[in-house]
């Protein structure tokens, strides 16, 4: 049974709505629509003032320091370079928009999300020059594997299969030549299908081009096939696929 939100007492219509979205974006920063503003609250506010260099502020400035709670904004029509800017740094970045005409509504205005922005699904625009941006799909069973990149900017796409016992280092082998921005992993027919292929801080979703140019190691473990094979993944720059 899905748990229920609990809502801090006196807290406001505006904010019970705030809450209920993040509770359901908790991986994410919300930019949660406020008139011309995308506004952060609590950890994401304080997260994303010092990552942004924003002033950190509170809408209940009468109640005690220790009661009011963080927030800071950026306008909403210039908001996609402060996003390019958390991306690159390894966040995912959750829109909330105004889904109704704030003039028209009763009451408290709709909101939902329309977009999570993550390294691999950014807009050309958020991209330096030509660069390619892959985003990819890895898949691991007893027996097979398979991983397909695609570069949402282009849509171009390459996938393959591999079986037998050097599956993992084909895929590894694929990871160096692509370089994607982002994996997400797939796992099926193993006994811990979430520690197949280890990362940094735990993440699912890997910002390898980071974790790349700031010479971290991926470690290759713990994997229940036939050969459960280790290794260690590295992206020199030189090895990115044009």
């Given at each position: 049974?899905?748990?229920?939100?609990?809502?801090?007492?006196?807290?406001?219509?505006?904010?019970?709505?705030?809450?209920?979205?993040?509770?359901?974006?908790?991986?994410?920063?919300?930019?949660?629509?406020?008139?011309?503003?995308?506004?952060?609250?609590?950890?994401?506010?304080?997260?994303?003032?010092?990552?942004?260099?924003?002033?950190?502020?509170?809408?209940?400035?009468?109640?005690?320091?220790?009661?009011?709670?963080?927030?800071?904004?950026?306008?909403?029509?210039?908001?996609?370079?402060?996003?390019?800017?958390?991306?690159?740094?390894?966040?995912?970045?959750?829109?909330?928009?105004?889904?109704?005409?704030?003039?028209?509504?009763?009451?408290?205005?709709?909101?939902?999300?329309?977009?999570?922005v993550t390294p691999g699904t950014v807009d050309s625009s958020m991209l330096e020059g030509s660069q390619?941006?892959?985003?990819?799909?890895?898949?691991?069973?007893?027996?097979?594997?398979?991983?397909?990149?695609?570069?949402?900017?282009?849509?171009?796409?390459?996938?393959?299969?591999?079986?037998?016992?050097?599956?993992?280092?084909?895929?590894?082998?694929?990871?160096?030549?692509?370089?994607?921005?982002?994996?997400?992993?797939?796992?099926?027919?193993?006994?811990?299908?979430?520690?197949?292929?280890?990362?940094?801080?735990?993440?699912?979703?890997?910002?390898?081009?980071?974790?790349?140019?700031?010479?971290?190691?991926?470690?290759?473990?713990?994997?229940?096939?036939?050969?459960?094979?280790?290794?260690?993944?590295?992206f020199p720059a030189s090895s990115r696929a044009k």
């Amino acid at each position: 049974m899905k748990e229920e939100t609990v809502m801090p007492p006196e807290t406001t219509p505006m904010m019970q709505q705030y809450l209920k979205i993040k509770e359901e974006n908790k991986d994410a920063i919300l930019f949660f629509r406020l008139g011309d503003f995308y506004e952060m609250f609590n950890e994401d506010a304080v997260l994303a003032s010092q990552e942004l260099d924003l002033t950190l502020t509170s809408r209940d400035r009468s109640r005690p320091e220790e009661e009011r709670t963080p927030m800071c904004g950026v306008p909403y029509h210039s908001c996609e370079g402060y996003i390019a800017r958390l991306i690159a740094k390894g966040y995912k970045v959750a829109i909330c928009e105004q889904t109704e005409d704030p003039a028209a509504a009763k009451g408290l205005v709709k909101r939902d999300i329309i977009r999570v922005v993550t390294p691999g699904t950014v807009d050309s625009s958020m991209l330096e020059g030509s660069q390619a941006n892959y985003i990819c799909g890895i898949y691991l069973d007893e027996e097979s594997a398979g991983v397909c990149f695609c570069d949402v900017t282009t849509g171009r796409t390459h996938a393959t299969a591999f079986s037998g016992a050097e599956r993992l280092e084909h895929v590894v082998n694929e990871l160096g030549r692509f370089s994607p921005a982002e994996a997400v992993r797939v796992a099926a027919g193993v006994s811990r299908p979430c520690s197949d292929l280890s990362s940094p801080a735990g993440r699912t979703c890997w910002n390898f081009r980071e974790d790349r140019d700031s010479r971290m190691e991926f470690t290759v473990s713990s994997f229940k096939g036939k050969s459960g094979p280790s290794a260690q993944i590295h992206f020199p720059a030189s090895s990115r696929a044009k």
